[in-house]
């Protein structure tokens, strides 16, 4: 029989409440989020038993650290406390945005830890939501889950500017639908903007993102998208050639994104 383990108590407050509130993290995800060691290392620095909580040997990766421990990976003092950091990452199309990979296509994890410079590659860096396998373009990851959610959540309206080449030529028509908000069968959509670059291909520019959002939008509206590109998100703009990285200027994170810790 399977066991579950129980989540204690703790953590599931620590998880509600995220970070940087004076309150216990848990310590692989304060070590991956300070840029001491990715989550999945530190696990294992953790298991060897290469790291130290105020003097004590911790091996569990869920144990609480508060504000003020201190901690030692390989007898070297850490500071746990981090900036917030973004990094804009220009998708290929290929990589999938998810931790796992049954098919062995490759992640976009992956992708980014290849072109990472050494300074940031201590870092756990979470992609701040998704883009389809097929889709290119500004991909963003950061190393707070704050951020992740600012990024994430429909409540922020966020605007995110795609470039979708179509089948067929949308007519004025067809833009306005897009435009004015259409019911897709998981709701209707928010206003959005909607212009043509090209006959055959539409800027697209959503407040929201839903799954597989432009791609059902455009094939309700009689256009099936044939290739997809993500050129912004807020009013940062992709400037990375593809496959390359940046880390993003503390003030693209507040104006740009909105985004205030
Ligand atoms: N909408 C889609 O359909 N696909 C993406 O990758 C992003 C938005």
Known sequence: MVRRQKTPKWLEAARRRGPGEGSADWLARALGRAGVLPRAEAEVALREGRVEVDGRVEREPFAPVRPGQQV??????????APVLALMFHKPAGPV???SDPEGVGTVFERLRAVLPETLSGYEWLAVG???????????????????????????????????????????????????????EDGPTRPA?????????????????????????????GH????????AVGGVVLDVPEGACRLLREEEVREGLGFRA
Do not use: I, W
């Open 193 to 221: 903007g909607a212009r043509l670059r090209a006959p055959d291909v539409v800027e697209l520019t959503l407040t929201e993102g839903r799954h597989h959002q432009v791609k059902r939008m455009l094939a309700e509206v």
């Open 224 to 231: 099936p998208v044939l290739a997809l590109h993500r050129e």
């Open 130 to 184: 998704r883009l389809d396998r097929d889709t290119t373009g500004v991909l963003l990851f950061t190393n707070d889950e704050r951020l992740v959610r600012h990024g994430t959540s429909p409540q922020t309206h966020l605007a995110k500017r795609y470039v979708a080449r179509v089948e067929g030529q949308p007519a004025e028509a067809t833009l306005q639908r897009l435009r004015e908000g259409l019911v897709l």
């Open 97 to 99: 945005v998810h931790g």
């Open 72 to 81: 030692r990976v390989d007898g070297r003092v850490c500071a746990l406390e």
